[in-house]
Protein backbone atom coordinates (compact mmCIF):
# COMPACT_ATOMS: atom_id res chain seq x y z
CA UNK A 1 0.00 0.00 0.00
CA UNK A 2 1.36 3.86 -0.72
CA UNK A 3 1.22 5.34 2.80
CA UNK A 4 1.79 9.32 2.96
CA UNK A 5 1.05 11.87 5.17
CA UNK A 6 -2.42 14.05 5.71
CA UNK A 7 -3.77 16.76 6.93
CA UNK A 8 -6.83 15.94 9.02
CA UNK A 9 -8.52 19.23 8.07
CA UNK A 10 -11.18 17.62 5.38
CA UNK A 11 -11.35 21.27 4.08
CA UNK A 12 -7.60 21.53 3.41
CA UNK A 13 -6.93 17.92 2.41
CA UNK A 14 -3.06 18.72 1.59
CA UNK A 15 -0.61 15.34 1.40
CA UNK A 16 2.80 15.00 2.12
CA UNK A 17 5.31 12.19 1.13
CA UNK A 18 5.82 10.01 4.25
CA UNK A 19 9.58 10.45 4.73
CA UNK A 20 8.46 14.47 5.46
CA UNK A 21 9.80 15.60 8.68
CA UNK A 22 6.77 17.63 9.55
CA UNK A 23 4.00 17.33 12.55
CA UNK A 24 1.35 19.39 11.40
CA UNK A 25 0.22 20.91 8.37
CA UNK A 26 2.62 23.34 6.79
CA UNK A 27 -0.59 24.75 4.89
CA UNK A 28 -3.26 24.91 7.46
CA UNK A 29 -1.83 24.27 10.90
CA UNK A 30 -4.01 20.94 11.08
CA UNK A 31 -2.71 17.76 12.44
CA UNK A 32 -1.78 15.16 10.45
CA UNK A 33 -2.37 11.38 9.86
CA UNK A 34 -0.55 8.51 7.71
CA UNK A 35 -3.11 7.69 5.46
CA UNK A 36 -2.58 4.60 2.56
CA UNK A 37 -4.04 3.94 -0.66
CA UNK A 38 -5.70 0.24 -1.62
CA UNK A 39 -6.13 -2.54 1.28
CA UNK A 40 -3.96 -4.63 3.48
CA UNK A 41 -5.21 -7.61 2.49
CA UNK A 42 -7.83 -10.59 2.82
CA UNK A 43 -9.21 -10.33 6.76
CA UNK A 44 -9.44 -13.69 7.21
CA UNK A 45 -6.04 -14.64 5.91
CA UNK A 46 -3.99 -11.84 7.54
CA UNK A 47 -5.83 -12.63 11.17
CA UNK A 48 -4.22 -16.13 10.35
CA UNK A 49 -0.65 -14.92 9.63
CA UNK A 50 -1.29 -12.57 12.76
CA UNK A 51 -1.88 -15.82 15.01
CA UNK A 52 1.42 -18.07 13.51
CA UNK A 53 3.40 -15.47 14.12
CA UNK A 54 2.78 -15.80 17.98
CA UNK A 55 4.83 -18.84 17.27
CA UNK A 56 7.84 -17.39 16.18
CA UNK A 57 10.86 -16.15 17.04
CA UNK A 58 11.42 -13.54 15.04
CA UNK A 59 11.45 -10.65 17.17
CA UNK A 60 8.88 -8.36 14.91
CA UNK A 61 6.56 -11.34 14.67
CA UNK A 62 6.85 -11.52 18.67
CA UNK A 63 6.33 -7.60 18.97
CA UNK A 64 2.31 -7.10 19.94
CA UNK A 65 3.04 -4.26 17.76
CA UNK A 66 5.06 -5.03 14.84
CA UNK A 67 3.06 -8.50 14.56
CA UNK A 68 0.16 -6.33 12.68
CA UNK A 69 2.48 -4.74 10.74
CA UNK A 70 0.65 -4.98 7.46
CA UNK A 71 -2.21 -2.82 9.23
CA UNK A 72 0.54 0.28 9.39
CA UNK A 73 2.37 0.35 6.54
CA UNK A 74 4.30 3.19 6.94
CA UNK A 75 7.87 1.53 6.98
CA UNK A 76 9.59 0.44 3.96
CA UNK A 77 12.46 -1.42 5.43
CA UNK A 78 12.15 -3.93 8.08
CA UNK A 79 16.07 -2.88 9.18
CA UNK A 80 14.81 0.67 10.47
CA UNK A 81 12.37 -0.95 13.14
CA UNK A 82 13.59 -0.46 16.90
CA UNK A 83 11.39 -3.03 19.31
CA UNK A 84 11.75 -4.26 23.00
CA UNK A 85 8.73 -6.70 22.35
CA UNK A 86 6.40 -4.19 23.36
CA UNK A 87 2.39 -5.40 23.00
CA UNK A 88 1.64 -8.52 23.72
CA UNK A 89 -0.24 -7.37 27.06
CA UNK A 90 -2.91 -9.60 28.39
CA UNK A 91 -6.90 -9.16 28.74
CA UNK A 92 -7.94 -9.78 32.20
CA UNK A 93 -11.46 -10.18 33.63
CA UNK A 94 -11.64 -8.12 36.50
CA UNK A 95 -15.65 -9.35 37.96
CA UNK A 96 -14.38 -7.20 41.19
CA UNK A 97 -14.11 -4.10 39.53
CA UNK A 98 -17.06 -5.61 37.60
CA UNK A 99 -19.66 -5.54 40.58
CA UNK A 100 -18.25 -2.21 41.35
CA UNK A 101 -19.09 -0.89 38.08
CA UNK A 102 -22.87 -2.44 38.43
CA UNK A 103 -21.55 -4.53 35.05
CA UNK A 104 -21.91 -8.09 35.02
CA UNK A 105 -18.62 -8.22 33.04
CA UNK A 106 -15.47 -6.15 33.00
CA UNK A 107 -12.17 -6.95 31.34
CA UNK A 108 -8.98 -4.68 30.98
CA UNK A 109 -6.62 -4.88 28.29
CA UNK A 110 -3.58 -3.73 30.34
CA UNK A 111 -0.87 -1.75 28.87
CA UNK A 112 0.70 -1.46 32.07
CA UNK A 113 2.60 -4.77 31.23
CA UNK A 114 4.69 -3.19 28.34
CA UNK A 115 8.32 -2.95 28.87
CA UNK A 116 8.21 0.20 30.00
CA UNK A 117 5.00 -0.01 31.31
CA UNK A 118 2.61 1.75 30.11
CA UNK A 119 0.74 1.98 26.62
CA UNK A 120 3.23 4.54 25.25
CA UNK A 121 5.61 1.59 24.47
CA UNK A 122 3.37 0.93 21.82
CA UNK A 123 3.43 4.11 19.72
CA UNK A 124 6.63 4.83 20.63
CA UNK A 125 8.10 2.04 19.04
CA UNK A 126 6.86 3.12 15.93
CA UNK A 127 7.75 6.37 16.31
CA UNK A 128 11.56 5.60 17.00
CA UNK A 129 11.64 3.49 14.30
CA UNK A 130 10.42 6.56 12.02
CA UNK A 131 13.40 8.25 13.46
CA UNK A 132 16.12 6.09 12.53
CA UNK A 133 14.08 5.55 9.19
CA UNK A 134 14.97 9.73 8.96
CA UNK A 135 18.40 9.70 9.69
CA UNK A 136 17.54 12.00 12.94
CA UNK A 137 20.23 11.49 15.87
CA UNK A 138 18.01 13.72 18.37
CA UNK A 139 14.59 13.03 19.70
CA UNK A 140 12.67 14.58 22.11
CA UNK A 141 9.04 15.13 23.57
CA UNK A 142 7.23 17.10 26.76
CA UNK A 143 5.66 14.43 29.18
CA UNK A 144 3.87 13.78 32.32
CA UNK A 145 6.14 11.04 32.41
CA UNK A 146 5.10 7.98 30.54
CA UNK A 147 5.98 9.21 27.55
CA UNK A 148 9.52 10.05 28.41
CA UNK A 149 10.28 6.83 29.99
CA UNK A 150 9.30 5.05 27.14
CA UNK A 151 10.99 7.76 24.44
CA UNK A 152 14.19 7.44 26.61
CA UNK A 153 14.26 3.84 26.21
CA UNK A 154 13.14 3.39 22.55
CA UNK A 155 15.83 5.96 21.59
CA UNK A 156 18.60 4.91 23.86
CA UNK A 157 17.71 1.26 22.57
CA UNK A 158 18.23 2.83 18.89
CA UNK A 159 20.96 4.80 19.80
CA UNK A 160 19.27 7.84 19.01
CA UNK A 161 20.27 10.55 21.93
CA UNK A 162 16.96 11.15 23.86
CA UNK A 163 16.02 14.73 25.12
CA UNK A 164 13.22 14.86 28.17
CA UNK A 165 11.33 17.80 28.86
CA UNK A 166 8.88 16.99 32.08
CA UNK A 167 7.09 19.89 33.93
CA UNK A 168 9.23 20.40 37.00
CA UNK A 169 7.69 18.68 40.50
CA UNK A 170 4.77 17.30 38.83
CA UNK A 171 5.48 14.16 37.72
CA UNK A 172 5.82 10.85 39.52
CA UNK A 173 9.02 9.40 40.77
CA UNK A 174 9.05 6.24 38.88
CA UNK A 175 8.50 8.00 35.29
CA UNK A 176 11.29 10.45 36.37
CA UNK A 177 13.38 7.43 37.38
CA UNK A 178 13.17 5.71 34.21
CA UNK A 179 13.96 8.84 32.11
CA UNK A 180 16.99 9.12 34.24
CA UNK A 181 17.68 5.05 34.07
CA UNK A 182 17.47 4.71 29.95
CA UNK A 183 19.47 7.85 29.16
CA UNK A 184 17.52 10.40 28.36
CA UNK A 185 19.32 14.11 29.14
CA UNK A 186 16.49 15.71 31.77
CA UNK A 187 15.10 18.90 31.26
CA UNK A 188 12.59 20.11 34.35
CA UNK A 189 10.99 23.21 33.33
CA UNK A 190 9.02 25.62 35.26
CA UNK A 191 5.84 25.54 33.49
CA UNK A 192 2.66 23.36 32.74
CA UNK A 193 2.69 20.21 30.40
CA UNK A 194 0.92 22.54 27.79
CA UNK A 195 3.53 25.70 28.08
CA UNK A 196 6.41 23.10 27.73
CA UNK A 197 4.85 21.05 23.91
CA UNK A 198 4.86 24.95 22.54
CA UNK A 199 8.28 25.28 23.76
CA UNK A 200 9.58 21.77 22.65
CA UNK A 201 8.30 22.58 18.77
CA UNK A 202 9.99 25.65 18.83
CA UNK A 203 12.62 24.24 19.82
CA UNK A 204 12.43 20.88 17.72
CA UNK A 205 11.96 23.10 14.54
CA UNK A 206 15.04 25.08 15.51
CA UNK A 207 17.53 22.94 16.65
CA UNK A 208 16.44 20.07 14.08
CA UNK A 209 15.83 17.66 16.60
CA UNK A 210 13.16 14.66 16.31
CA UNK A 211 10.01 15.25 18.24
CA UNK A 212 8.26 12.49 19.68
CA UNK A 213 4.95 14.06 21.45
CA UNK A 214 1.63 11.83 20.26
CA UNK A 215 1.18 14.86 17.76
CA UNK A 216 3.67 12.98 15.33
CA UNK A 217 1.00 10.73 13.46
CA UNK A 218 3.71 7.62 13.77
CA UNK A 219 2.93 7.86 17.60
CA UNK A 220 -0.34 7.11 16.56
CA UNK A 221 -0.27 4.39 14.04
CA UNK A 222 1.52 2.25 17.12
CA UNK A 223 -0.90 2.88 19.47
CA UNK A 224 -3.27 1.37 16.80
CA UNK A 225 -2.06 -1.71 17.50
CA UNK A 226 -3.71 -1.71 21.24
CA UNK A 227 -7.31 -2.15 20.02
CA UNK A 228 -6.25 -4.49 17.01
CA UNK A 229 -4.45 -7.25 19.50
CA UNK A 230 -7.50 -6.57 21.81
CA UNK A 231 -9.70 -7.49 18.89
CA UNK A 232 -7.55 -10.88 18.22
CA UNK A 233 -7.81 -11.43 21.84
CA UNK A 234 -11.55 -11.46 21.53
CA UNK A 235 -11.04 -13.87 18.26
CA UNK A 236 -12.62 -10.86 16.84
CA UNK A 237 -15.68 -10.20 18.38
CA UNK A 238 -16.11 -6.56 18.72
CA UNK A 239 -17.13 -5.23 22.45
CA UNK A 240 -19.83 -2.90 22.88
CA UNK A 241 -17.53 0.00 24.67
CA UNK A 242 -13.94 0.46 24.96
CA UNK A 243 -13.60 2.85 28.23
CA UNK A 244 -10.22 4.88 28.32
CA UNK A 245 -8.72 8.06 29.98
CA UNK A 246 -8.19 11.23 28.09
CA UNK A 247 -5.30 13.46 28.58
CA UNK A 248 -3.55 14.78 25.25
CA UNK A 249 -6.14 12.73 23.33
CA UNK A 250 -3.41 11.10 21.28
CA UNK A 251 -4.78 7.35 22.59
CA UNK A 252 -8.30 8.10 21.83
CA UNK A 253 -7.17 8.97 18.08
CA UNK A 254 -5.32 6.33 17.91
CA UNK A 255 -8.15 3.53 18.66
CA UNK A 256 -10.84 5.56 16.90
CA UNK A 257 -8.48 5.38 13.86
CA UNK A 258 -7.74 1.88 14.10
CA UNK A 259 -11.65 1.26 14.43
CA UNK A 260 -12.41 3.07 11.44
CA UNK A 261 -9.67 1.60 9.17
CA UNK A 262 -10.48 -2.63 10.52
CA UNK A 263 -14.08 -1.60 9.43
CA UNK A 264 -13.13 -0.24 5.74
CA UNK A 265 -11.19 -3.12 5.24
CA UNK A 266 -13.30 -5.84 6.83
CA UNK A 267 -11.65 -7.26 9.46
CA UNK A 268 -14.72 -5.77 11.68
CA UNK A 269 -18.60 -5.65 10.83
CA UNK A 270 -19.30 -2.73 12.91
CA UNK A 271 -17.86 -0.20 16.06
CA UNK A 272 -17.84 -0.10 19.47
CA UNK A 273 -18.75 2.87 21.38
CA UNK A 274 -15.80 4.92 22.67
CA UNK A 275 -15.92 6.18 26.55
CA UNK A 276 -12.99 8.99 27.57
CA UNK A 277 -12.94 10.06 30.80
CA UNK A 278 -11.13 12.76 32.30
CA UNK A 279 -10.21 14.01 35.63
CA UNK A 280 -12.35 16.40 36.86
CA UNK A 281 -10.03 19.00 37.50
CA UNK A 282 -8.76 18.61 34.04
CA UNK A 283 -11.43 17.88 31.80
CA UNK A 284 -11.68 20.52 29.04
CA UNK A 285 -12.67 17.64 26.47
CA UNK A 286 -15.59 17.23 28.86
CA UNK A 287 -16.62 20.63 29.18
CA UNK A 288 -16.56 20.96 25.17
CA UNK A 289 -18.54 17.63 24.66
CA UNK A 290 -20.97 19.13 26.84
CA UNK A 291 -21.53 22.77 25.20
CA UNK A 292 -24.32 23.21 22.87
CA UNK A 293 -22.83 24.97 20.01
CA UNK A 294 -19.11 23.48 20.21
CA UNK A 295 -17.66 26.97 19.45
CA UNK A 296 -13.43 27.42 20.19
CA UNK A 297 -11.86 24.68 22.69
CA UNK A 298 -12.15 25.47 26.04
CA UNK A 299 -8.32 25.23 27.23
CA UNK A 300 -7.89 24.87 31.11
CA UNK A 301 -5.58 27.23 32.05
CA UNK A 302 -4.31 25.42 35.45
CA UNK A 303 -5.86 22.09 35.04
CA UNK A 304 -5.59 19.98 38.29
CA UNK A 305 -5.35 16.42 39.26
CA UNK A 306 -3.79 13.77 41.26
CA UNK A 307 -3.50 11.73 38.23
CA UNK A 308 -0.76 13.42 37.08
CA UNK A 309 -0.23 11.02 33.60
CA UNK A 310 -3.42 13.11 32.93
CA UNK A 311 -2.76 16.93 33.63
CA UNK A 312 -3.35 18.26 30.47
CA UNK A 313 -5.45 21.41 29.61
CA UNK A 314 -4.89 22.25 26.37
CA UNK A 315 -4.82 18.22 24.37
CA UNK A 316 -3.48 19.15 21.42
CA UNK A 317 -5.41 16.36 19.15
CA UNK A 318 -8.79 16.89 20.55
CA UNK A 319 -10.18 17.95 17.13
CA UNK A 320 -9.13 14.21 16.03
CA UNK A 321 -10.69 12.68 19.41
CA UNK A 322 -13.97 14.33 18.56
CA UNK A 323 -14.48 13.08 15.19
CA UNK A 324 -13.66 9.39 16.83
CA UNK A 325 -16.11 10.15 19.45
CA UNK A 326 -18.83 11.26 16.96
CA UNK A 327 -18.27 8.66 15.07
CA UNK A 328 -18.12 5.21 17.19
CA UNK A 329 -21.39 7.20 19.25
CA UNK A 330 -19.43 7.69 22.10
CA UNK A 331 -19.53 9.77 25.07
CA UNK A 332 -16.89 11.99 27.64
CA UNK A 333 -16.74 11.69 31.06
CA UNK A 334 -15.30 12.74 34.21
CA UNK A 335 -14.44 11.49 37.32
CA UNK A 336 -13.52 13.27 41.01
CA UNK A 337 -10.41 12.23 42.77
CA UNK A 338 -12.00 10.56 45.13
CA UNK A 339 -14.00 8.07 42.36
CA UNK A 340 -10.66 7.96 40.47
CA UNK A 341 -9.19 7.27 43.62
CA UNK A 342 -11.38 4.48 44.64
CA UNK A 343 -11.96 2.63 41.55
CA UNK A 344 -7.96 2.39 41.59
CA UNK A 345 -8.30 0.45 44.59
CA UNK A 346 -10.89 -2.05 43.69
CA UNK A 347 -8.53 -2.37 40.34
CA UNK A 348 -5.89 -3.47 43.18
CA UNK A 349 -8.16 -5.97 44.95
CA UNK A 350 -8.69 -7.63 41.29
CA UNK A 351 -4.57 -8.42 41.29
CA UNK A 352 -4.32 -6.48 38.26
CA UNK A 353 -3.30 -2.57 39.67
CA UNK A 354 -2.84 0.21 37.57
CA UNK A 355 -2.01 3.65 38.20
CA UNK A 356 -4.10 6.65 39.05
CA UNK A 357 -4.77 7.74 35.26
CA UNK A 358 -5.93 4.17 34.44
CA UNK A 359 -8.12 3.78 36.76
CA UNK A 360 -10.41 6.64 35.65
CA UNK A 361 -12.01 3.94 33.18
CA UNK A 362 -13.77 2.30 35.91
CA UNK A 363 -14.60 5.42 37.85
CA UNK A 364 -15.85 6.69 34.84
CA UNK A 365 -17.46 2.92 33.50
CA UNK A 366 -19.38 3.23 37.16
CA UNK A 367 -21.17 6.82 36.56
CA UNK A 368 -21.87 5.67 32.54
CA UNK A 369 -24.07 2.42 34.39
CA UNK A 370 -25.53 4.55 36.87
CA UNK A 371 -26.67 7.22 34.62
CA UNK A 372 -28.25 4.34 31.91
CA UNK A 373 -25.62 5.03 29.53
CA UNK A 374 -24.10 1.80 29.70
CA UNK A 375 -26.38 -1.08 29.87
CA UNK A 376 -25.16 -3.40 32.84
CA UNK A 377 -25.21 -6.58 30.43
CA UNK A 378 -22.71 -4.47 28.03
CA UNK A 379 -19.44 -5.82 27.38
CA UNK A 380 -17.03 -3.18 28.25
CA UNK A 381 -13.00 -3.20 27.56
CA UNK A 382 -11.34 -0.60 29.46
CA UNK A 383 -8.04 0.07 28.69
CA UNK A 384 -5.40 0.27 31.69
CA UNK A 385 -3.08 2.53 30.42
CA UNK A 386 0.06 2.17 32.86
CA UNK A 387 1.42 0.06 35.54
CA UNK A 388 0.87 -0.26 39.33
CA UNK A 389 4.43 0.93 40.56
CA UNK A 390 4.67 4.08 38.46
CA UNK A 391 2.77 6.11 41.46
CA UNK A 392 3.49 4.01 44.59
CA UNK A 393 3.73 7.25 46.74
CA UNK A 394 -0.23 8.01 45.53
CA UNK A 395 -0.93 4.53 46.89
CA UNK A 396 0.91 4.68 49.96
CA UNK A 397 -0.79 7.73 50.61
CA UNK A 398 -4.28 7.03 49.42
CA UNK A 399 -3.96 3.26 51.95
CA UNK A 400 -2.95 5.15 55.24
CA UNK A 401 -4.97 8.35 54.59
CA UNK A 402 -2.49 10.84 54.03
CA UNK A 403 -3.72 11.64 49.97
CA UNK A 404 -5.17 14.90 49.59
CA UNK A 405 -6.20 16.20 46.13
CA UNK A 406 -5.60 19.52 44.59
CA UNK A 407 -7.60 22.42 47.13
CA UNK A 408 -6.13 20.64 50.36
CA UNK A 409 -9.23 17.97 49.60
CA UNK A 410 -8.89 14.93 51.76
CA UNK A 411 -9.35 11.66 50.13
CA UNK A 412 -10.67 9.14 51.86
CA UNK A 413 -9.31 5.88 52.53
CA UNK A 414 -12.59 3.83 51.70
CA UNK A 415 -10.86 1.03 50.63
CA UNK A 416 -8.13 1.60 52.09
CA UNK A 417 -5.28 -1.06 53.71
CA UNK A 418 -3.11 0.70 55.88
CA UNK A 419 0.69 -1.59 57.52
CA UNK A 420 0.39 -2.01 60.99
CA UNK A 421 3.55 -2.02 62.67
CA UNK A 422 3.53 -4.52 65.80
CA UNK A 423 5.95 -5.75 68.49
CA UNK A 424 8.63 -8.87 67.44
CA UNK A 425 6.20 -10.63 70.15
CA UNK A 426 4.68 -13.62 68.70
CA UNK A 427 1.71 -14.36 71.05
CA UNK A 428 0.38 -10.59 70.49
CA UNK A 429 0.21 -11.01 67.13
CA UNK A 430 -1.38 -14.08 66.65
CA UNK A 431 -3.45 -12.84 68.85
CA UNK A 432 -4.16 -9.74 66.09
CA UNK A 433 -4.06 -12.16 63.63
CA UNK A 434 -6.93 -14.05 65.54
N1 LIG B 1 -2.91 7.24 30.95
C1 LIG B 1 -1.59 7.35 31.18
C2 LIG B 1 -0.97 6.42 32.16
C3 LIG B 1 -0.84 8.33 30.49
O1 LIG B 1 0.47 8.42 30.72
C4 LIG B 1 -1.49 9.20 29.59
C5 LIG B 1 -0.76 10.23 28.88
C6 LIG B 1 -2.87 9.02 29.40
C7 LIG B 1 -3.55 8.03 30.09
C8 LIG B 1 -3.62 9.87 28.45
O2 LIG B 1 -3.40 9.51 27.13
O3 LIG B 1 -2.67 11.72 26.28
O4 LIG B 1 -3.23 9.86 24.75
O5 LIG B 1 -5.02 11.01 26.04
N2 LIG B 1 0.43 10.56 29.15
C9 LIG B 1 1.23 11.47 28.33
C10 LIG B 1 2.66 11.47 28.77
C11 LIG B 1 0.64 12.80 28.12
O6 LIG B 1 3.36 12.47 28.62
O7 LIG B 1 3.14 10.44 29.24
P1 LIG B 1 -3.59 10.59 25.96
Not at 118 to 127: I, L, P, Q
Not at 174 to 181: D, I
Not at 231 to 253: A, C, E, K, Y
Amino acid sequence: MHAYLACFQPECGATYDITQVIYTCPRCGGLLEARYDGSPGEPWTLKQVFRERRMSNLPIDQSGVWRYRELFPFLDNAAHIVTLREGQTPLLDAPRAASYAGLHRFTVKHQGYNPTGSFKDNGMTCGASQAVRLGMKRVACVSTGNTSASMAAYASAAGLQPLVFIPNGNIAFGKLAQALEYGGQTLQVEANFDQILALVRRLAERLGIYLLNSVNPFRIEGQKSIVIEMLDQLDWRVPDWIVLPGGNLGNTSAIGKALRELLAWGFIDRLPRLAVVQAEGSAPFWQFMQSEHRGSFPVVEHPETLATAIKIGDPVSWPKALKEITDSGGVVERATEQEIADAKAQIGLCGIGCEPASAATLAGARKLVAAGVIDPGAEVVAILTGNVMKDPDYIYRYHTGQLVAPGQVAIQATFGNPPVVVPNDEDRIAALLG
